[in-house]
């Protein structure tokens, strides 16, 4: 199986500074097409996981141009250019390499406010 | 825009059946490209994925579950299943459906769509 590892696990942020979170995979999510199998979700309090980023660096549908992915093969960046309040929540990064037979997550980043 | 929502009991017992329903709304299950998933989350910690069908019935589930799980489609009703047992403690969780939504079909090739997630509590 692919194990996905991020880190940090808390981050806490002043609002308006940046944030990044790191996030690898024990094989790379890069396929024979150059596309990174790497997805990045925020769960904010109380709520289900949203899509923010999917392979690896495009912005899902209404996301703030300030989320930003980056990374290949197997490793992977989350950066938040400028941090606001309705940020804060916990974020996982997913492998889907193996689309549709296996996919996990990594542990999340639990970001809040300083 | 495409809903989901679970439904199901939120509480088991030790070693029974934990059964969980998605009724899909705004639009059909039957689309190709897409897979209908359960992924579940322990009170305070991460998500684990468990299973996925296609509107065809083709299944995949995730080794650490197969031996447990179930998943089933019914278009007629535009809805999906989830069948786990026996269960245990370890088991208590928020159950969450969710549309995977493949670039096959120029999907993002992830999670696109969740329902809100119910709670299941494994307790005699």
């Known amino acids: 199986d692919v194990v996905m590892t991020q880190s940090p696990l808390s981050l806490p942020v002043t609002p308006g500074e940046p944030a990044s979170i790191s996030c690898r995979s024990s094989q790379s999510l890069l396929n024979s097409y150059g596309s990174n199998y790497l997805n990045w979700y925020l769960q904010k309090p109380g709520q289900s996981p949203q899509l923010l980023i999917y392979?690896?660096?495009t912005r899902a549908f209404g996301v703030p141009d300030r989320f930003s992915g980056s990374g290949s093969g197997t490793d992977f960046t989350l950066k938040i250019s400028r941090v606001e309040a309705e940020d804060v929540g916990v974020y996982y990064c997913m492998q889907a390499l193996q689309t549709p037979s296996m996919y996990t997550f990594g542990q999340g980043t639990k970001l809040e406010i300083k | 825009q495409m809903h989901l929502q679970e439904s199901g009991p939120g509480l088991v017992k030790p070693s029974e059946t934990l059964s969980l329903t998605c009724t899909v709304s705004?639009?059909?299950?039957?689309?190709?490209?897409?897979?209908w998933d359960w992924i579940r989350q322990p009170p305070g910690k991460g998500l684990e994925w468990i299973g996925t069908i296609s509107y065809s019935g083709s299944t995949y589930y995730n080794p650490s579950l197969r031996s447990r799980v179930t998943i089933s489609v019914d278009t007629s009703k535009n809805q999906f299943s989830l069948k786990l047992s026996p269960v245990t403690a370890a088991d208590t969780a928020v159950f969450y459906c969710a549309r995977f939504w493949s670039g096959s079909t120029a999907g993002p090739d992830a999670f696109d769509i969740w329902g809100q997630g119910t709670m299941v509590i494994v307790s005699s």
């Open positions: 705004g639009g059909s299950i039957s689309g190709s490209g897409y897979y």
């Open positions: 392979l690896g660096s």
